[in-house]
């Protein structure tokens, strides 16, 4: 297998933009760190303070296994061959949305979010079911019809970053920095104004290319003690970067930073319910199964440094620096599990800081990509238990285009010390259309 290491620019590949230029209330509204702190609002007081201990936590200690983003991209390079890579496409893709609808109906009805955001997010989540249905036919030929364009370079390349230690840190001090300028001029409230941050959030401009994805997904889990594994479906709305922004000067020196905005919000479920107790080892089948189990649930927001990094044959390299927000949701309630579980709601919710690590290569219309995230330091959301959120996430991808976006992603996901509620994805590939009309 052939190594490859891109020629580096001899400058500090650093910082951004706007938010060094005064006044400060103009650097705050400015496009992606508006939506940053519209989000960091969210926060009420007692949260607001863990999240900021807990990035002080994540910027001392943060570290990925950048080597990691190469195997995991010759996996997506492998499923590549797979005719249906992300699973058939079913009449039960469609069939979650109800369920989903009545799920998170109960569920923001439970967090203290004002009536009007209620409705908000639920007439979103309304436009996402009907542009799915919409797109149903061609999502599930969308693989088969563009197969042929979705191919890895020849060469079969590793990718090296001479000094990456070093331009990684420097890329994320200048990250850390705008956070904690955004963090410190927020305003925390709780829940509120929903609207415009699905605003922004579906916003053509900030994001010009969104997907909607269905897929499969393969993971070990266990519950205080108890090991099953899973087989569930999959289905995500976000955005699919380009990778394509040129740098911005700053007013320190001659320094200039790309920066890239992503978020995306992905559930999975099953057909099975999770074991009963210690004795059950796998997720059980039969007349108690409902049709839909949530599983797994994640999302993230985060800001991207993605500078060149140099050329090799017709692709155009880059480093991909990148700080944000992420949750992660254990769903079962596992309330068969003891005598003491009788009351539990499940839905197990961490939240914290992330940190993440990568590389995209962009040769026309192909733009492929890698990175880790990790969140070393979350907090357990509405829970009594002073419960740690952690996790480490590599995802690859290819797109072609405004057209396909195609993700292969494995994961390590830990809710409670001694891995009492812990998830390993080992596999998970997801297909997904890029569509104008879910600009809102």
């Known amino acids: 297998m052939k190594t490859f290491t891109p020629p580096l620019r001899q400058y500090a590949a650093v910082a951004i933009l706007l938010l060094f230029m005064t006044p400060a209330s103009a650097q705050i509204g400015s496009v992606p760190w508006g939506q940053l702190s519209d989000l960091f609002n969210q926060l009420n007081d007692g949260e607001n303070g863990n999240f900021s201990n807990n990035l002080d936590g994540l910027e ?8 990691e983003n190469n195997n995991v991209l010759h996996d997506l390079y492998g499923e590549l061959g797979n005719p249906f890579p992300g699973g058939p ?3 039960s893709f469609l069939d979650v949305w109800d369920p989903g609808f009545d799920l998170l109906l109960n569920g923001l009805e439970n967090l203290g979010i004002a009536p009007p955001d209620q409705d908000t997010l639920l007439d979103e989540f309304t436009n996402l079911d009907e542009t799915f249905a919409a797109n149903f036919d061609s999502l599930g030929n969308l693989f088969n019809q563009y197969q042929d364009s979705l191919q890895p370079p020849p060469e079969n390349w590793d990718v090296t970053v001479l000094n990456l230690e070093g331009l990684t840190d420097e890329s994320f001090g200048v990250l850390q920095d705008t956070f904690d300028r955004v963090f410190d001029l927020s305003t925390p409230a709780g829940p509120n104004g929903f609207a415009g941050i699905i605003g922004k959030f579906f916003n053509g401009f900030t994001f010009p290319d969104l997907e ?15 090991k099953y594994g899973a087989d569930a479906k999959v289905i995500r709305v976000g955005s699919v970067p380009r990778f394509d922004r040129e740098a911005h000067a700053c007013h320190i020196g001659n320094i200039m930073l790309p920066i890239e905005p992503r978020w995306h919000v992905k559930m999975s479920w099953t057909d099975k319910q999770p074991p009963s107790g210690r004795g059950d080892l796998g997720a ?3 007349d108690n199964d409902r049709g839909f189990n949530p599983l797994l649930l994640s999302g993230d927001f985060a800001i991207m440094a993605t500078p060149h990094l140099g ?7 880059r480093l991909i620096t990148s700080l944000g927000l992420e949750f992660g ?4 309630a596992h309330r068969d599990f003891s005598p003491f579980n009788a009351g539990n709601k499940g839905f197990a919710t961490g939240f914290g800081p992330q940190a993440g690590s990568g590389f995209a290569m962009t040769a026309g219309p192909v733009t492929i990509y890698s990175m880790a995230t990790v969140v070393v330091a979350g907090e357990l959301i509405h829970c009594s238990q002073p419960y740690t959120y952690k996790s480490t996430r590599f995802t690859s991808g290819i797109r072609y285009g405004n057209i396909i976006n195609i993700r292969y992603s494995k994961a390590n996901v830990t809710w409670q010390p001694n891995d009492n509620r812990r998830a390993d994805v080992k596999h998970e590939v997801t297909v997904g259309i890029i569509l104008s009309e879910l600009h809102l």
């Open 311 to 317: 050329r090799a044959g017709n692709y155009s390299f």
């Open 60 to 67: 001392a200690n943060w570290n990925v296994d950048f080597d």
């Open 284 to 286: 059980r089948g039969g």
């Open 212 to 226: 909607l994805a269905f897929g499969t997904q393969s993971s070990s889990l266990q519950y205080w003690g108890t």
């Open 89 to 91: 496409l079913d009449g």
């Open 329 to 332: 949701t254990y769903a079962p």
